[in-house]
């Protein structure tokens, strides 16, 4: 009998078996003919790096346990002990931490860059600095970087473009295509968009590299599971749908929320007043993804009690999914840094952070406005 799925089925198996000595060696004389140990390699984790690859338009990825485990693997590709790594001061707090407190206990050393001076890396750049690490969409504050320039920068420099894409997604923008040299994702987030996966994608433009990637993935055992594999890829399926739904949705509360009088101000790089919007337009195909932050007054009573008001935006320390959500960076992404790191990247007692969802945009809206009302 022939079994022909349409949907790959899950291989929720460990290891794989042989025949015998000579289909071992086959294994290890043709890569990638057959599999020996999930670790190594898996049909579930092979087919979602494969699509992820395919997004980004790269020569090569892999699926990891978790975005973090992306981040680390995009590093490691790049450095060794000694190095130094350049990394956007508006960066997620998982990164900085990552940085500041395991990659530095290696050798590894990180400056980080202001967001204005990202353009003059020059006088950041050391003998032995390899690459920047920056994101599409900044976390928590949605500035924009100009990704080909920031490329031809580092190129001109020796350096390599790491690009965190979570926030944009390869529906909005592809790294790869302006000249970055690796992207990676929390495909927790857009990616596979439900909010039941905790998973990680790493991209290569360049073959090597990606073959590095593949190595650091089996070696420290950062491979993506056969069942969280199969629900990022079935995630996949519909995320050209949902980024049209989310940006569409996040546009219209970021416009409700600017006339809000509880609301001192809105990032969203979809309004024509954000610093880049005609970058985030041209770069995003003119989407604009479904995250933005607000600012409501400096006092901890007045953002608890919007918080507990809102009954469509639970508060979560995530994001990206189907249902909206609500988060506070000072509290949970961004905690790790000092007061004054935090103070200079603009996340104060006021921030929050709104994920917005594909649900019905007027019953997100009324939510947030009676939520707003009694501040």
Known sequence: MHIHPKITPIYQTSVFKFEDLTELELYFGEPGSRYLYSRNGNPNS???????????????????????????????????TGDHVLCAADIY????????????????????????????????????????LCETLSNPLLRVADLRRLADVCHGLGLKLVVDNTFASPILTRPLAL??????????????????????AVVAADAAVAARLKQIGVLFGLTLSPMESWL????????????????????????????QPAVRAVYYPGLPDHPQHELAREQGAGQFSGMLSILLADDVDVVNRF?????????????????????????????????????????????????????????????????????
């Open 93 to 132: 707090g998982g990164s900085s931490s990552l940085l500041n407190q395991e990659l530095s206990r290696l050798g590894i050393t990180v400056s980080y860059v202001p967001f204005e001076l990202l353009y003059d890396l020059a006088p950041f750049v050391q003998s032995t600095t390899r690459l920047l």
């Open 307 to 375: 918080i507990r008001a809102c009954r469509r935006f639970p508060f979560a320390p995530s994001l990206a999914g189907v249902d909206s959500s609500l988060s506070y960076p000072l509290g949970t992404s961004h905690r790790s840094l000092t007061p004054e790191q935090q103070q200079e990247l603009g996340i104060t007692v006021g921030l929050v952070r709104l994920s917005v969802g594909v649900e019905p945009v007027e019953d997100l809206l009324a939510d947030l406005e009676q939520a707003l009302k009694g501040l």
């Open 46 to 80: 092979d087919e979602l790096a494969d699509k992820v690859n395919e997004l980004e338009g790269g020569a090569g990825a892999i699926a990891t346990g978790s975005g973090m485990a992306a981040i680390l693997a995009a590093l490691l590709a790049c450095c060794q």
């Open 179 to 200: 000249g970055a040299d690796l992207v990676l994702h929390s495909v927790t987030k857009y990616l596979s968009g439900h909010s039941d996966v905790t998973a990680g």
């Open 232 to 259: 990022a890829v079935r995630g996949l399926k519909t995320l050209r749908l949902r980024m049209r739904e989310h940006s569409h949705n996040a546009l219209a509360i970021a416009e409700c929320l600017q006339r």
